[in-house]
């Protein structure tokens, strides 16, 4: 608890002065999380301060990827493809924290332009599948993005003090995307946007799971035929060692 109070002292002591200028300042505790080979996940500590009324919501979106997605059909008894589409603009990782429930927080028009919500997302989808709706590639994509752990399932809750000093922490699994990450920052007041604020965070690989990392993907087919001697090397090694 001291810990606590002291933290959002000093939080209060370094925001206070810059609050007469602007109405919403935020920052993060880190702005790299380093991934070695031990890498279990993290926690992101995001604090900040707002001066006057408002609610406060926080997007976090990695970089954009180009998802496949393909539809299964059971005929005969046997599961085959039988449709897929590209998901152009799908961000790797999503979450979003908020004093309150989306929903109640501005109109569709607001969150959509913001895209604050997986129901907001600008997702580019295209399917020449005339037997799916776009709709349905835009769920599975979502859907396999939570089994993953790389979507929130629901919105985290952003812990306002004071009415003026909120804190939320940001988690980030073990199978998390490197690269730059966006931490958006938005003070909304009568379901309009009256201040935003974005701060970058680079999630990176460091030490040798980064030069294996980059070695398979600069050097894809080098990679996969020392991974195939490794392996055959290893098959042997347990043959001659189980003879003897």
Sequence with gaps: MKRLVLTLALMFGLISPVLAAEPLVADLSKHLVAITTGFAGTDVLLFGAVEGDGEVVVVVRGPNREEMVRRKDKQAGIWINSGSAHIRNAPSFYAVASTKPIEKLAPTPVLERHQIGLDH????????????????????????????????????????????????????????????????????????????????????????????????NQQAVAYGILAIVLAASAGWLAAVAFKK
Excluded: M
Excluded at 134 to 148: M, N
Excluded at 175 to 204: C, F, K, M, R, W
């Design 121 to 216: 997302l600008d997702l580019e989808i295209d399917s020449a599948d005339a037997a799916a709706e776009p709709g349905q590639y835009r769920d599975a994509v979502i859907r396999l993005k939570q089994k993953k752990g790389l979507y929130g399932t629901e919105t985290l809750p952003v812990s306002l003090l004071s009415h003026r000093l909120f804190r939320t922490d940001l988690h980030f699994p073990a199978n998390v995307p490197v690269g730059t990450y966006l931490v958006e920052v938005y003070l909304i007041h009568d379901g309009e946007v009256v201040s935003a604020q974005t701060t970058p965070l680079i999630i990176s690989k460091i030490g040798i799971g980064a030069d294996v990392y980059d070695f398979a």
